[in-house]
């Protein structure tokens, strides 16, 4: 009886684990028991587990994430140096947001990825095309959000802070600032998916390094165990940041707030 | 004097917004003759005019059609599928417990990741013709459409699936008839969404593995420094998915009127 109450109350993470270790163990059985099929097509858990402990044991996919990393943090951080102030403007300024506003929402709503084999031609094939991109693609989450944290920013604190002789900076860093904090955070969490996106084809479309360009060599090679495991790592590092910038997001605003990604 | 005043004061969003976007594209056109651009740069250099002209010859020549065509076919069939999957899996995912504890780790895990990155792998399967395209598609906009449905089918009103269970209804009509049209406003919510990934899909998925296609075109254009048809191919895009977000933003805002106050307020 009691484990019976003890199930109910963990119902969820016990059926998630044992649906992924089930589905890993079913995968591994199917292939090495009931069918066979072309290791050229398919390949299975413990030889795509083989291949990671090769890759992190022979320091082959260091060297990759860390050529990926260095182009995401300064596309990344550019991002967030240029978009915050941005927005923060767009937001308090009526004029700013009239003018800069429509112009956004266009780039924000295209695929502006379409304009990576440019950027790759004009900035080669090394950091500086790949960052372009990062940034052009993260930036737009930063400016949105930054502009929706101002604008619900409360009118009341605003003028108690003018009532008592604030100035303007006073506002923008004792009101402003605190109160788009938690806009911050949902506008990474969306600006670093779509971070990785342009890694990805920044590094699909051209490249001699990286995690994105081992991916495409391993597809090439027919290397499929390789293949998987470098995809499993970056699924991995994926769900570690964005789920941890929605816990972060709950902490700091339990209401759903921020803009959905486009 | 005060009659344009308050001919701009009336139209001040739209005169600022548009006058910024004109004058962007004014300031574009005008680059060289302002200024000689050395030879490395103007051969990534175009104009505006430039691009409307080159847009024009690839109209004659029948290229964007064919181009377009198969990128259509790539992203409706793609999105379709999305919508056949999506939609009865995030229905059965909000409303029964066990699948839904069953199936959160894979969906979690594969909306945080940006499916891109399964390209090469779709490549391998699906060959370079549309299939792997259209799988490209498919992964892209799945999700949103899946766990926005589920996002709905959660939020339904508790009173009203109580009230149509204690007429007898059994699951299928309370999901007829309280949980899909409570579900729509967020279900066209995920639509938006997916529109967007599915735009992403076809266009990244073109560059790699395609001999037809707009993004096709414009790998190719650039590899040429063909710089006009790359940016005629980029601003279809822009201008598609402008045009599909303004429609399903329409639909949004048209659902979304009848909804919360009535359903609160009885």
Known sequence: ?262 | MRALANFYREREPAILGGGFILSLILAWQSVPSLVSLPQGISLFFTTPVEVIKAFHQLVVQNQIQSHFYVSAVEFIVGLALAILVGLPLGLVMGRSKILDAMLDPFVTAFNATPRLIFLPLLILWFGIGIWSKITIVFVGAVFPLLINTYEGVKNVDRVLVNVVRSFGANEWQTMKTVVLPNSVPYIVVGLRLAIGRALLGVVVGEFFAASRGLGYMIANAATNYKVDVVFVGVTIFMGLSLILTYFVKKLESRLSRWRPETAKNF
Do not use: C
């Open chain 1, 1 to 262: 009886m009691a484990l019976r109450d003890r199930y109910y109350e963990h119902q969820r993470p016990i059926l998630g684990t044992v649906s992924v270790i089930g589905f890993f163990l079913l995968w591994e059985w199917l292939l090495t028991s009931v069918v066979t099929v072309d290791p050229f097509f398919l390949t299975q858990p413990s030889k795509v587990a083989a291949a990671a402990k090769e890759l992190f044991l022979g320091g082959a996919i260091w060297q990759d994430l860390a050529v990926s990393s260095k182009a995401f943090l300064w596309g990344f951080s550019a991002a967030v140096i240029v978009g915050i102030p941005t927005g923060v403007f767009m937001g308090w300024r009526r004029r700013a947001e009239y003018t800069l506003d429509p112009f956004f929402t266009a780039l924000y709503a295209s695929p502006l990825v379409a304009l990576a084999p440019l950027l790759i031609i004009i900035f080669g094939v090394g950091l500086t095309g790949k960052v372009v991109l990062v940034f052009l693609l993260a930036v737009f989450p930063f400016i949105f959000n930054a502009f929706a944290g101002v604008k619900s920013t409360d009118r009341l604190l605003v003028n108690v802070v003018r009532s008592f002789g604030g100035k303007e900076k006073d506002i923008y860093w004792k009101v402003i600032l605190p109160s788009i904090l938690p806009y911050m955070v949902a506008g990474a969490r969306i600006a670093i998916g779509r971070g990785i996106v342009g890694i990805i084809v920044g590094e699909f479309y051209a490249a001699s390094e990286g995690i994105g360009f081992a991916i495409s060599r391993f597809g090439d090679t027919y290397r499929l165990p390789e293949m998987f495991a470098a995809i499993l790592v970056l699924m991995i590092l994926a769900v570690v940041f964005t789920e941890g910038l929605r816990k972060l997001e709950n902490v700091l605003a339990p209401w759903k707030i921020g803009q959905e990604a486009r």
